[in-house]
């Protein structure tokens, strides 16, 4: 899906977990997940694009 694309990722932080967000600017495909807030931002940030990978196929 995101081959030579640009994905933006936001990372927000409630309490001690954090909300990573993958957003797709050309479709406005989003896609979220949530982890503890220590977890480390690469590994939030390659689920969430993971999940927004997964939906877009799913789209179709």
Request: aromatic share 4%; proline share 5%; glycine share 8%.
């Amino acid at each position: 899906m995101n081959s030579g694309r640009e994905i933006f990722v936001e990372f927000v932080i409630l309490g001690n977990s954090v909300k990573a967000t993958a957003i797709d600017p050309e479709s406005g495909l989003e896609a979220s997940v949530i982890g503890p807030a220590n977890a480390p931002r690469h590994t939030m940030a390659e689920a969430a694009r993971n999940k927004l990978n997964y939906m877009a196929k799913k789209k179709g």
